[in-house]
C-alpha cells in the first residue's frame, strides 16, 4: 500500500474521531442520534448540527479521494448524512396531518414535534407536553437539506416527499408573525410556556426559504415537478422583521448568544454589515465569559441557584441568577466559525486558544467540549461580588454533539481541508457584500383604444391589452388563486399554499406556463374593495414607493423587476387622465423616479431581462400527465380570462321622471351624518371631556344599529329634525315634533312614521345635493335599518314603486349608489362615511396591523381615555373590524378613518422605520385628535369644523398629513379647487426648523405676525405631538428602571411601578418598557404626559450621577410636576411673565378656574399653559422647574450644606 501524504494521515485522525464521538451514536434503524446513552429522544436541531461534522470531512475527502478505500470512506461518510436527513423527514411525514392543520390554524399544539425516537422515528411526548413550537429547528433543517443538495448529496427520493418538503416550506412561511419556544424551548424566559417572536427563528425561517427557493429536490437529475417554489415577498418579510429586531431576540430576552447563528454560519440571514457587527458587539461585551458565552441575560438553567424540583421560575427570582448564568463553550465554535467566513485569521485564532483551554481532554488525550460550566455553589457569593472571577465546573453532558460537531468543522477549515465555500454552496455568506443598482422595469398598458388615445394626447404611447397579445396580463389575485395548487398532494392528504397573499416582489416577475406568458398587476391597485383606490394622488405616491421597495429588496433573483400596470377607465377623472397619472408617467419617461432608476417600455422588449418563473407545479403530475395543465386550473384560467379587468356598472340613484309633482311641506334630517362624529378637538384637554359636554358628542343618532345593540341601553341619543332654513311660509308638519323620542327598532311602523318616511324619500328623490342624501339615508339607516325596502314609497301612484328593473331597492343599494357617485365626486367625508356604513373594509387591513406589531409596535384604537383598546397580537380581518367599529361605536366616518390611517402607519415603517424610533405603542385615536387639533391650528377655525376639513382630506393629503405629524415637519395648508385642502412642506428660512406651521396664503406684515404668534406655542405643539406618538427621549425605558432601582416604586396617574419589576426584569427588556408604557398611557393629556416625561428624565439624571444612594419610598411623579408649575408661577409673579394674565393673578390659584373647571389658559390637568410653552433648557426652563421640584419634594436629597453640580 502506498504512503499516505501528510494530509491523508491528518484525514484519517479526524475520521476516527468522527467516527468514534458521533457515527458510533447514530442508531442503525433511523439514522438518528439520541440525546445521551440514557435518553433516547433525538432533536431536530442537535441532530442536523451533530450531522455537519460527517458532511464536511465528506467533502474534505472527496477533494483527495486518490485511492479506493477514499472514495469509499467518502461515500460512507455521505450515507451517514444522507441516513441521519431521511431520518427526519420519515419522522416528519408521520406527522403529516400536523403540517396541514398548522397551515391554517398556527396553534402551538398542532405544530410538528421537536424531538422524537431515535429508535423507531415515533412521537415521545404528547402535544401539550412539550414545547414543540420551534420554528427555527424546522427551518434549520431545511436550510441544510437545500445547502447539502446543493453539494452534490441526494436526500430525497419521491415527488411524494417532494410535496411534503414545499408544505414545510408553508410551515414556515409565516414565522414572522408566529410566536414559538424558540432555540432553548423554553419561549418567555420565566419558563412559564408562553411563545413569543424569536429573531433566532425568523432569521433560520429567512435563510431557509431563501435557499430552497427555485431548488431542485432531484438534484442535476430533477425535471420541472421536483422544484420547490417560494414567494420572494415572504422571505422578505422574515427579513423586515429581524431587522427591526436585531439585537433583541424576544420581548423578554434583549440579547441572545443564539443569535451567532443567524448572523453567521448556518444561516448568513441578515445583510446589514453594521447590524451583523452590533449584534456580535453586544453578545460580546454582555455574555461573554471565559468558559464561553451565557445563552441570556438572568438564564437560570442549570445555575446553582435553581430549584431542580420544577421547570418554570417565578418572576421575583430572576435577579438571583444575574452574573451566575452558566457559559455555554458552543458560542465559542460559533464564533471561530463566523471569523473564519469572514476570513479573520487572527480572531480565529484568538478563540481557538481560548476554547483549548477549557475543554475537557478523555482518557486517550481526545479534545471534547462539554455543555456548560456553571459557579461551584460555596463560590456564588464571591460572584455576585466580582463577576466572572471564580473557576466554574463542567455541568451537563460531555462531549456535548452538537459544539463537537461545529469545533470539528472549525479545524477542518482551520488547517485548509475545507474552503468555507464548500460549507456554502448556495453561496448565502455572500449576501452582505454590495449590490449594484437594481433597474425597475415599468410597464403600462390601457384597458383600451379610447383609453390609448387619451395617453398619445400627452406623448405617451402604450399598448392596450389587445396589443400585448401573447403574454396575458392578470390582476394578483389570479397568481394568488394559481399558488393555492402548488404542493397539493392527495395520497399525503396535503391541500397546498393557504395564504392568498401575494406581494409586490411576486407580481414583478412574469411567469411562464407552457408555452403561454403571464404578466401580474400589483395587488396593492386591485380595484375590487376600497375607496383608497379611487384617489389618483395616492395610486402615484404608492407606486413610487413600491419602486423604492423594489430597488432596496430585489436581492437574489435572476432578472430585473418588472411592475405591470392598467390604465383603465376606472382611474379617469371627469372623463380626463389625472394630472397626478401624467406627471408620474412623464417622471418614468425621463428614467429617473425619486432616485429609482426606471425603465419604460412595451413588455415584448423586457421579456429577455426580466426575472421569469415556471410554472411548472400546475401540470396534473398526480394523474400522470404532467405536461397538460390541472384540469381546475384550465377552467380557471378559461373562465377568468375573459372577465378580469371587466368594470362594474354604476347603479344609478334616482331617475328624473320619478320626481313627484308637488311637494307640500320640507323637511330635514340635515346634520343627521354630522351627529355622529367622535373626534374631539374643543375641548384644549385633548382627549378628555370637560365636566359639561357643550356639543353632543359621542351621543348616537337614534337607534344603534344591529351590531351595537348591546351598547343600546347607555348611547342612545334624541334625534331633532329641524325645519330647513328657506321661506317663511313652509308650513312645517307637527306630527313630526312626535318623533323626539328614541325609536325601538321593534315597534309597529305606524301610520305617521310611514308617511315621514316616503316623505324622506320623496325627498331623497328631488334632492341633487349628495350631502343631503347622506344625512336622509344616515336617518332611515338608523330609524328602519339597512335592509329596509323603499319600493313603493314616496310616491302617489303606488303601482310603480322605487324598482329598479323591476327588484326591490333596500337602504343598502341606494347607499351604494350614493358611495359611487362621492367616489366620482371626491367627496371624501361621504365616501368614508358611506364606507363605513357599507361595512367596506380597507385592503389588507390585518396585514397592515400585523405589520405593525412585529416590528415591537403596540396598536391602539379608540378615542382615550374611555374607549382605547391595545392589540398586541395579530387578529383576522373581521374580528379587528369589528373591534374597530365597537370602539367608536356609530362614528363610521373615524372608524373607517382608523382603518385607513393604520394601513398608512404600516407603509411608512416599512418604508421609513426610522420615524417610529422611540415609539413603543401607536394610539390611533389620539393621533387623530392631534391631526384635527393641527388642522384648527393651521386654519384658525374650530374644532368641528377642523374635523369636517378632516375627515374630507382625500387620501393622498391624509398620508401626507400624517407623514408630517410623524416626522414633526412643518407644514401649510394650502387650499386648491373644490374646496379641498392641499397639505405642503414649509421650507421658509424665518421658521424655525423645530416644529411649526405657517399658514398657506399670507403676505408681508401679516406673515411675520402670523410667525411670531406661532413661535409662542411652538413648544406646547411638540409636546403635544411627541405625547400623542408616544415619542421618549433616548434609552428612555432603561433609564427609568435604574431609578425604580433606587425607590420603592414610582406612582404615575394613579398606577403605581413597583421597585419588583426590577427583580424580574432586566433594563433593555421590551417587557418592562410595555409597563412603564401602560402607566404613561393612564394619562389623557399629551402635552401633560411629556411633562411627567421630562420629570422622570431628572430623576434619571439623579440616579446616574449617583447624588444619592436610595431616593426614599414611593415617588409621585406628578407631585413634582404641580409642584414644577407653583415654583414657576412664584417666578412669573416676580418678573411680571405672560402668565400673570391668567394663572399667576392671584395667590390662591383658585379663582383663575373657568366654571368648566378648566384653567382660564386653557391649560390641560391644571398646569398653567405658558409651562408647557417653555423650552426645556435655560433659566427658565421647564428642567430647571423640575430640578427644583425634586430638590425640594424628595426627602432624600439634603437640604442644607453644598453639593458637587457639575452641568454635563
Not at 351624518?673 to 385633548?686: A, E, M, P
Request: one cysteine or more; proline letters at 4%; aromatic letters at 8%.
Amino acid at each position: 500500500m502506498r504512503s499516505r501524504s501528510n494530509s491523508g494521515v491528518r484525514l484519517d485522525y479526524y475520521q476516527r474521531i468522527v467516527h468514534r464521538l458521533i457515527m458510533a451514536h447514530q442508531e442503525p434503524v433511523t439514522g438518528l442520534f439520541p440525546a445521551s446513552k440514557n435518553n433516547s429522544h433525538a432533536w431536530i436541531r442537535d441532530n442536523v448540527y451533530c450531522i455537519l461534522a460527517v458532511w464536511g470531512l465528506s467533502m474534505a475527502y472527496k477533494k483527495i479521494a486518490d485511492q479506493d478505500e477514499d472514495r469509499a470512506k467518502c461515500y460512507e461518510l455521505e450515507q451517514s448524512c444522507v441516513k441521519l436527513m431521511r431520518g427526519l423527514l420519515m419522522a416528519m411525514m408521520n406527522q403529516k396531518d400536523k403540517v396541514e392543520r398548522f397551515k391554517m390554524t398556527q396553534n402551538p399544539l398542532d405544530s410538528l414535534h421537536a424531538k422524537y425516537s431515535s429508535k423507531n422515528g415515533q412521537p415521545v411526548v404528547g402535544d401539550g407536553e412539550w414545547g414543540h413550537l420551534q420554528i427555527d429547528a424546522v427551518s434549520l433543517y431545511l436550510l441544510i437539506l437545500a445547502q447539502m443538495t446543493a453539494s452534490g448529496l441526494q436526500i430525497v427520493f419521491s415527488l411524494d416527499e417532494v410535496s411534503f418538503i414545499q408544505n414545510l416550506v408553508f410551515y414556515i412561511e409565516s414565522a414572522y408573525c408566529i410566536p414559538d419556544y424558540g432555540i432553548w424551548e423554553r419561549g418567555d424566559k420565566t419558563n412559564h410556556g408562553e411563545p413569543e417572536l424569536n429573531a433566532s427563528s425568523i432569521g433560520m425561517a429567512k435563510a431557509a426559504l431563501e435557499a430552497m427557493n427555485e431548488l431542485d429536490l432531484f438534484g442535476a437529475r430533477g425535471g420541472p415537478a421536483s422544484v420547490i417554489h417560494v414567494l420572494a415577498d415572504e422571505a422578505h418579510k422574515c427579513q423586515a422583521v429581524l431587522q427591526s429586531m436585531l439585537p433583541r431576540e424576544s420581548n423578554s430576552k434583549e440579547l441572545d448568544s443564539g443569535l451567532l447563528c443567524v448572523i453567521g454560519f448556518p444561516a448568513f440571514a441578515a445583510d446589514d454589515p453594521q447590524l451583523i457587527r452590533n449584534t456580535k458587539d453586544a453578545i460580546l461585551s454582555r455574555l461573554q465569559g471565559k468558559y464561553g458565552c451565557k445563552r441570556f441575560l438572568r438564564d437560570g438553567y442549570r445555575t446553582p441557584k435553581e430549584d431542580p424540583t420544577r421547570l418554570y421560575y417565578e418572576r421575583w427570582e430572576l435577579r438571583m441568577f444575574e452574573n451566575i448564568e452558566c457559559e455555554w463553550p458552543l458560542f465559542f465554535c460559533y464564533l471561530i466559525l463566523f471569523h473564519s467566513f469572514q476570513n479573520d485569521k487572527l480572531s480565529v485564532k484568538e478563540y481557538a486558544d481560548r476554547l483549548e483551554k477549557i475543554m475537557v481532554r478523555s482518557e486517550d488525550g481526545t479534545l471534547l467540549i462539554p455543555e456548560s460550566y456553571a459557579v461551584p455553589i460555596d463560590l456564588v457569593p464571591n460572584e455576585y461580588q466580582h463577576p466572572g472571577s471564580q473557576p466554574r465546573e463542567v455541568v451537563g453532558r460531555c462531549p456535548f454533539l452538537w459544539g463537537q460537531s461545529l469545533f470539528i468543522l472549525g479545524r477542518l477549515l482551520q488547517e485548509g481541508f475545507l474552503a468555507v465555500g464548500e460549507l456554502d454552496p448556495l453561496n448565502r455568506r455572500l449576501g452582505a457584500q454590495k449590490k449594484p443598482d437594481v433597474v425597475v422595469q415599468v410597464v403600462i398598458i390601457a384597458e383600451d383604444n379610447e383609453i390609448r388615445d387619451k395617453l398619445t394626447e400627452h406623448d405617451l404611447h402604450v399598448q392596450t391589452i389587445a396589443e400585448v397579445a401573447p403574454i396575458e396580463v392578470q390582476p394578483a389575485r389570479v397568481l394568488s388563486h394559481l399558488y393555492t395548487y402548488l404542493g397539493r398532494n392527495r395520497k399525503l392528504g396535503l391541500t397546498g399554499r393557504k395564504s392568498r397573499d401575494v406581494g409586490i416582489l411576486s407580481t414583478s416577475k412574469l411567469y411562464s406556463l407552457k408555452d403561454r406568458i403571464f404578466a401580474f398587476t400589483p395587488q396593492n391597485i386591485d380595484y375590487e374593495e376600497y375607496y383608497t383606490t379611487r384617489d389618483p394622488d395616492l395610486l402615484a405616491s404608492n407606486f413610487t414607493t413600491n419602486l423604492a421597495f423594489l430597488t432596496n429588496n430585489w436581492r437574489h433573483m435572476l432578472g430585473r423587476p418588472t411592475i405591470t400596470l392598467m390604465a383603465t377607465h376606472y382611474m379617469l377623472d371627469q372623463d380626463k387622465i389625472p394630472l397626478a397619472m401624467i406627471q408620474t408617467m412623464r417622471k418614468l419617461k425621463s428614467g429617473y423616479i425619486n432616485g429609482t432608476r426606471v425603465m419604460l417600455s412595451n413588455l415584448k422588449d423586457f421579456l429577455n431581462t426580466s426575472a421569469i418563473t415556471d410554472l411548472s407545479f400546475l401540470g396534473s403530475t398526480e394523474d400522470g400527465y404532467p405536461d397538460r395543465l390541472h384540469p381546475d386550473v384550465q377552467a380557471y384560467l378559461d373562465e377568468h380570462l375573459l372577465r378580469s379587468f371587466s368594470h362594474r356598472g354604476m347603479m344609478k340613484l334616482h331617475g328624473g321622471h320619478l320626481r313627484p309633482r308637488q311637494l307640500r311641506r320640507r323637511m330635514s334630517c340635515k346634520g343627521a351624518i354630522k351627529k355622529t362624529r367622535s373626534i374631539n378637538v374643543d375641548s384644549d384637554n385633548l382627549g378628555m371631556e370637560g365636566p359639561t359636554p357643550l356639543i353632543e358628542r359621542r351621543l348616537s343618532s337614534v337607534v344603534p344599529p344591529p351590531w351595537l345593540q348591546s351598547n343600546k341601553a347607555n348611547n342612545i341619543s334624541v334625534f331633532d329634525t329641524t325645519p330647513e332654513e328657506g321661506p317663511p311660509n313652509l308650513v312645517i308638519d307637527p306630527l313630526i315634533r312626535e318623533n323626539i323620542y328614541p325609536i325601538d327598532p321593534h315597534h309597529n311602523r305606524s301610520a305617521i312614521e310611514r308617511r315621514k318616511v316616503e316623505e324622506l324619500i320623496a325627498m331623497l328623490r328631488e334632492t341633487e345635493n349628495l350631502e343631503e342624501q347622506g344625512d336622509i339615508l344616515q336617518y332611515l339607516v338608523d330609524t328602519q335599518g339597512l335592509d329596509f325596502n323603499t319600493a313603493g314609497l314616496g310616491l302617489k301612484n303606488k303601482d310603480s314603486g322605487m324598482l329598479e328593473e323591476g327588484r326591490v331597492v333596500t337602504v343598502r343599494d341606494l347607499l351604494k349608489g350614493l358611495y359611487e357617485k362621492a367616489c366620482q365626486q371626491k367627496l371624501w367625508g361621504l365616501v368614508r362615511h358611506t364606507a363605513g356604513m357599507l361595512g367596506k373594509r380597507v385592503e389588507d387591513l390585518a396585514k397592515a396591523v400585523t405589520d405593525l406589531l412585529v416590528r415591537q409596535k403596540q396598536v391602539t384604537v379608540g378615542m382615550p381615555p374611555n374607549n382605547e383598546y391595545t392589540i398586541t397580537a395579530p387578529l383576522p380581518e373581521l374580528e379587528l373590524r369589528q373591534l374597530i367599529h365597537d370602539t367608536y361605536g356609530d362614528d363610521e366616518s373615524t372608524a373607517m378613518l382608523t382603518q385607513e390611517l393604520m394601513v398608512y402607519l404600516a407603509m411608512f415603517i416599512r418604508t421609513e422605520p426610522q420615524l417610529f424610533h422611540e415609539m413603543l405603542r401607536l394610539r390611533v385615536g389620539l393621533i387623530i385628535q392631534v391631526m384635527a387639533k393641527e388642522l384648527s391650528r393651521t386654519l384658525n377655525c374650530d374644532g368641528e369644523a377642523a374635523s369636517e376639513h378632516l375627515l374630507n382630506l382625500s387620501p393622498f393629503e391624509m398620508k401626507n398629513l400624517l407623514y408630517h405629524i410623524l416626522s414633526g415637519k412643518e407644514f401649510a395648508v394650502s387650499s386648491v379647487a373644490r374646496g379641498n385642502l392641499s397639505i405642503v412642506s414649509c421650507k421658509s428660512s424665518r421658521v424655525s426648523k423645530k416644529s411649526q406651521i405657517g399658514l398657506g396664503e399670507q403676505e408681508g406684515d401679516d406673515a411675520i405676525i402670523a410667525t411670531i404668534d406661532d413661535r409662542q406655542g411652538q413648544w406646547l405643539r411638540r409636546r403635544r405631538l411627541d405625547g400623542a406618538l408616544n415619542r421618549v427621549p433616548r434609552d428612555f425605558y432603561s433609564r427609568v428602571w435604574s431609578v425604580l432601582e433606587k425607590c420603592q416604586g414610582l406612582a404615575i396617574e394613579g398606577r403605581i411601578l413597583q421597585q419588583s419589576l426590577t427583580q424580574e426584569m432586566t433594563p433593555g427588556e421590551l417587557k418592562f418598557a410595555l409597563e412603564v408604557e401602560t402607566a404613561l398611557n393612564q394619562i389623557p393629556q399629551p402635552e401633560y404626559r411629556q411633562l411627567v416625561v421630562e420629570a422622570l428624565m431628572v430623576l434619571t439624571l439623579m440616579t446616574e450621577h449617583n447624588m444619592v444612594p436610595s431616593l426614599g419610598g414611593i415617588i409621585y411623579v406628578e407631585h413634582l410636576v404641580h409642584k414644577a408649575n407653583q415654583l414657576f408661577l412664584e417666578d412669573q409673579r416676580k418678573v411680571q411673565g405672560d402668565a400673570m394674565l391668567c394663572c399667576a393673578k392671584s395667590k390662591e390659584g383658585k379663582d383663575q378656574q373657568a366654571a368648566s373647571g378648566m384653567l382660564l389658559c386653557g391649560g390641560a390637568a391644571y398646569i398653567c399653559q405658558h409651562l408647557y410653552d417653555s423650552a426645556p433648557s435655560g433659566s427658565y426652563g421647564t428642567m430647571t422647574y423640575m430640578a427644583r421640584a425634586v430638590a425640594l419634594v424628595l426627602d432624600c436629597v439634603p437640604k442644607h450644606g453644598e453639593m458637587e453640580c457639575v452641568i454635563s
